[in-house]
């Protein structure tokens, strides 16, 4: 499937070889179809779980209404939102993993310790780092996972302000949104703000215009 914007030729290295990998293709529903979105200077970087059936079929992460919903916690359209200079996106697992008795199944485990040490330290320095859903709090906040993600969550005084603790967006999570209505009165204007305020970095950092690349 052609990909949208996206210019081979522009691509650091590393997102070429994901994008061949076929490292757990024998695991996969599908065959692989890695789906990431990643600029060098983005100020931004989401680590959210795995691509669902939508995103996988559109090339694009988030491209349903978990994505709808988190770009309305965030504050910003789909084109902000898809603008690689504007957010790195990279899910725990690029593949979509499938479906099971309870939804999507998780990443796959291979991912993340193949891929994530290479390619997360060439983002630079993003003013904002958003861990969405518990695959990703476990991964990058370990010390503060105790096997809930209301737990990390509700501490995201203490992580912030650089990085920030988010449920998923799933529609399944919409009895936890109501049981902690703490998460969208409090947390979601305050990261609002951030990201407005590490968007506008960009136009005061020469730096952040490097290439960059979107979907699969
Ligand atoms: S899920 Fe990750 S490790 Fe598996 S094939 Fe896709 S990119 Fe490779």
């Known amino acids: 499937m052609a990909a949208f914007g996206r210019s081979m030729a522009r691509e650091p290295a590393i997102v070429r070889e994901i994008r061949a990998c076929t490292e ?25 779980q ?33 603008d690689p200079s504007c957010f790195a996106i990279v899910p725990m697992g690029f593949c979509y993993p499938g479906t099971g008795a309870g939804g999507d199944l998780p990443p796959r485990p291979e991912c993340a310790p193949r891929w994530h040490p290479r390619l997360v330290p060439r983002l630079g ?38 990085v920030v603790p988010l449920p998923h967006p799933s529609g399944r999570n919409q009895g936890w949104l109501r049981r902690n209505a703490w998460f969208e009165a409090e947390l979601v204007p305050a990261l609002r703000s951030r990201v407005r305020r590490a968007l506008a970095s960009r136009s005061s950092d020469p730096r952040r215009t490097g290439a960059g690349s979107s979907l699969s």
């Open 24 to 48: 757990c293709r024998e695991a996969l529903p599908l065959p692989p179809r890695p789906i990431l979105q990643f600029s060098r200077r983005a100020p931004i970087l989401i680590t959210s």
């Open 50 to 82: 795995a691509p669902g059936i939508r995103a996988h079929e559109a090339g694009r992460t988030f491209w349903d209404p978990s994505g709808d919903r988190l770009r309305d916690w965030l504050g910003v359209s789909r084109d902000v939102f898809y």
């Open 125 to 162: 320095e993003p003013k904002l780092v958003l861990y969405v859903g518990a695959y990703a709090l476990r991964h990058y906040l370990a010390d503060r996972w105790q096997g809930r993600v209301t737990d990390v969550v509700a501490a995201w005084r203490e992580i912030g302000p650089r």
